[in-house]
């Protein structure tokens, strides 16, 4: 038995970790040059190249490559989808594209031109660090990316060829990658490790190129890297909403099938692969790659990555309307409305404020609507006190209480990360905005409370006053639903109405009730209770017109939607 060799398993092994080190740091550099380089612009062509079937691919290809990584571009759609930016057509459009997207980086990536990669670095570093121009220094992140990407790439590289000595590998090789269908498992497993497509697909040209995975072995990978990009959002998933489940499961479902096809026509897929690559390549099945090959394996992989994502988007993108019609069946909709939960806001997205505030926007909406909903039941117990709608007050109370803590949490970390001006003053009124919402909640429940007690300790009002306490009730109630149209969208223009009519009908209850408790027609207690509840409902305009008038402070539309 062949004794094993440690220095020349572990050498290689740590100067391969560096590599992939400066691989991965290289991608995520790139990317975060690129995104700072798109700005703003990335929210608005979202809404308006999503809407089409043809352009929806193409805006995913877009966002895939400017993340540099297919499957952080597939959760970021969902996060898009939790927010209410997508629907669930336009989401799995844009789903299909991400895949293009990480085709035309590792296509960049098959170049091998490591003869630039110390001059992209020296550039990028200089304009990074010496530029006084933001774009400049932004495009200085970019080529910095670059640099390393190709560098990191070349050391793994180097670090492979010793490897094809070592007993433990060429164990490995016979005993796993020989079976195909674990070397799809095996691109899968590496993908959902380092979160990115093209970090798998570097590290397995890296192998390949070194003569260590036999072709069809690497082909295999290729694809599997596909089934291991669709786990990441599927996890993403869990704790969204049901669009974005929705979204998720269907692309999971359209990969599948797409990687069942081709490993069932897996021959006619390397037929494939050598008709539009360079040199003319006939192997037997787990051949080690012949060393005059090796310089054209790198095209030849991203070559069976594009194939297969621009087949799977050609055969499947005609079937998306029909895919998401039939949603319904494959995962029916949910009847509780009110989960104690954020809906829409999702920290995966925090890294794009625009889109990660417009997510916040949309979640301060909900929390209105649900204060809304809330004071509606709470009105309709001083006619007939039912236990079941006092309970689900109580629910939608906690609900604001989590809401609360959540999104307060979500908007202080949103606060660190980089915005215009105008949009991070936006933050501020948001974080006072949702306190005032919150107490909406406190109140209401106080008045649920108030009613409880009079109807347990038989406290009783006079006809006159329970009248004018629903009067001023259902009056408060208008302001309040004015609130929640206001953070849909809508427009207030009634609102220095309701503010004069909610301050003269205040003063007509206190003269009324000052009235009744001087000539003896309402008791102590029962006058006590009666101004507890004059004054929750007072201090619920007051913290409804104070949300109205912030909300309307803002000069634009800051959800970026079209009431």
């Not at 010793?162 to 007993?167: C, K, M, N, T, V």
């Not at 039939?326 to 954020?342: C, F, G, I």
């Not at 347990?456 to 929640?484: H, Q």
């Amino acid at each position: 038995m062949t004794p094993l060799n440690l220095d020349l398993i572990l050498n290689p092994f740590i100067t391969g970790l560096g590599g992939l080190a400066l691989f991965i740091y290289g991608m995520r550099t790139m990317s975060e040059g690129l995104q700072k380089v798109t700005g703003e612009r990335l929210r608005r062509v979202l809404e308006r190249g999503t809407a089409n079937r043809l352009t929806a691919p193409l805006i995913g290809s877009c966002l895939s490559s400017l993340l540099q990584s297919g499957s952080a571009a597939s959760v970021l759609v969902v996060g898009f989808v939790n927010a209410g930016l997508l629907s669930l057509y336009q989401a799995l459009g844009v789903l299909l594209g991400t895949g293009i997207g990480t085709t035309i980086a590792i296509q960049f990536i098959a170049f091998r031109v490591t003869a630039l990669a110390l001059p992209a670095i020296t550039i990028g570093v200089f304009l990074s660090f010496f530029s006084r121009s933001r774009r400049l220094s932004n495009l200085g992140g970019v080529l910095l990316g670059v640099g390393l990407v190709f560098f990191g790439l070349f050391i793994l590289e180097q670090a492979c060829q010793p490897l094809r000595q070592s007993a433990i590998l060429a164990s490995f090789h016979l005993q796993i990658l020989s079976l195909r269908l674990m070397a799809v498992l095996l691109g899968a497993l590496l993908t959902f490790l380092v979160q990115s497509g093209s970090a798998t697909l570097g590290i397995v040209i890296a192998f390949a190129s070194a003569g260590i995975f036999p072709y069809d072995a690497s082909i295999a990978m290729v694809i599997g890297e596909v089934a291991g990009a669709t786990l990441i959002p599927l996890i993403a998933s869990i704790g969204g909403s049901l669009t974005a489940k929705r979204s998720v499961l269907i692309y999971l479902a359209i990969n599948g099938a797409a990687i069942a096809l081709a490993l069932l026509f897996f021959p006619l897929f390397l037929r494939a692969i050598d008709f539009v690559s360079p040199g003319h390549l006939e192997l037997a099945a787990h051949q080690a790659i012949p060393e005059t090959m090796r310089p054209f394996v790198a095209r030849r992989l991203a070559n069976a990555h594009t194939i297969f994502t621009v087949s799977t988007a050609l055969i499947f993108l005609p079937l998306i309307g029909f895919l998401a019609r039939s949603a319904e069946t494959l995962l029916p909709t949910r009847r509780s409305e009110s989960e104690p939960r954020p809906r829409f806001i999702d920290t995966r997205v925090i890294k794009t404020p625009t889109i990660a505030l417009a997510q916040a926007w949309i979640e301060l909406g909900r929390m209105g609507s649900i204060a809304h909903a809330m004071f509606k039941e709470l009105i309709s117990q001083f006619d007939d006190f039912d236990p079941k709608v006092s309970s689900e007050i109580r629910e939608k109370e906690v609900v604001l209480d989590v809401l609360h803590r959540d999104m307060s949490q979500f908007l202080i970390a949103l606060s660190r990360e980089t915005l215009s001006v105008e949009r991070a003053v936006e933050i501020p009124t948001m974080l006072q905005m949702v306190n005032e919402i919150e107490l909406i909640g406190d109140q209401g429940e106080a008045v649920l409370r108030y009613l409880l007690r009079k109807k347990e300790e038989r406290l009783r009002f006079s006809s006159a006053a329970m009248d004018e306490l629903k009067r001023f009730g259902v009056k408060v109630g208008e302001v309040v639903a004015l609130c929640d149209r206001v953070l849909q969208g809508g427009e207030g223009e009634e609102l220095a109405s309701l503010k004069e009519e909610v301050a003269l009908l205040h003063e007509e209850l206190e003269q009324s009730h000052l009235r009744r408790l001087k000539s003896g027609k309402c008791g102590i207690i029962a006058g006590l209770l009666y101004n507890d509840m004059i004054a929750s409902f007072s201090k619920i305009a007051e913290l409804t017109f104070s949300i109205i008038d912030q909300k309307k402070g803002i000069a634009h539309d800051p959800t970026g939607s079209r009431h």
